[in-house]
């Protein structure tokens, strides 16, 4: 397996799990029904300790993948791995972009700012799960662009 795509799995798994908990959490642990939704600095708090978590989970996997190879790891991308890179990130900007616009053009019309913000973090969640999820694919499938 690429050390690459070793990477983009170690990402993508930290990201869904991460997120799913932050979701999860907002979901049970606060009144979602209320006009003004959950407390800003709660929320905040929530997503803060979420992110640090897997910043933290992420930087140890990908310590110990560098560490088990490390002339893989010092590695200079190939043009493969740009052409992965940049096709899946392609996909993802246009996954990002229609999120935005429900986001910024849609929602403001009818929706408070606590389900505008996180509509807009779950769009970002989607455009990079979409990015690693292509990546892992094209390493599998010896995709060359």
């Given at each position: 397996?690429?050390?690459?795509?070793?990477?983009?799995?170690?990402?993508?798994?930290?990201?869904?799990?991460?997120?799913?908990?932050?979701?999860?959490?907002?979901?049970?642990?606060?009144?979602?029904?209320r006009?003004?939704?959950?407390?800003?600095?709660?929320?905040l708090?929530?997503?803060?300790?979420?992110?640090?978590?897997?910043?933290?989970?992420?930087?140890?996997?990908?310590?110990?993948?560098?560490?088990?190879?490390?002339?893989?790891?010092?590695?200079?991308?190939?043009?493969?791995d740009?052409?992965?890179?940049?096709?899946?990130?392609?996909?993802?900007?246009?996954?990002?972009?229609?999120?935005?616009?429900?986001?910024?053009?849609?929602?403001?019309?009818?929706?408070?700012?606590?389900?505008?913000?996180?509509?807009?973090?779950?769009?970002?969640?989607?455009?990079?799960?979409?990015?690693?999820?292509?990546?892992?694919?094209?390493?599998?499938?010896?995709?060359?662009?």
């Open positions: 397996m690429a050390f690459r795509e070793k990477l983009a799995w170690v990402t993508l798994g930290s990201m869904l799990i991460a997120y799913s908990i932050y979701f999860w959490l907002l979901a049970t642990r606060f009144d979602l029904s006009p003004d939704g959950p407390p800003t600095v709660a929320m708090a929530l997503f803060g300790m979420v992110t640090v978590a897997q910043v933290i989970v992420i930087a140890i996997a990908t310590s110990i993948l560098a560490i088990r190879a490390q002339k893989d790891a010092n590695a200079k991308a190939d043009e493969r740009r052409a992965i890179a940049r096709r899946a990130t392609g996909v993802a900007y246009v996954v990002l972009m229609v999120g935005m616009i429900v986001v910024g053009v849609v929602m403001p019309f009818s929706e408070p700012r606590w389900k505008i913000a996180n509509a807009a973090l779950l769009a970002l969640v989607l455009a990079e799960a979409i990015r690693y999820v292509l990546v892992i694919v094209s390493y599998r499938r010896g995709w060359h662009g």
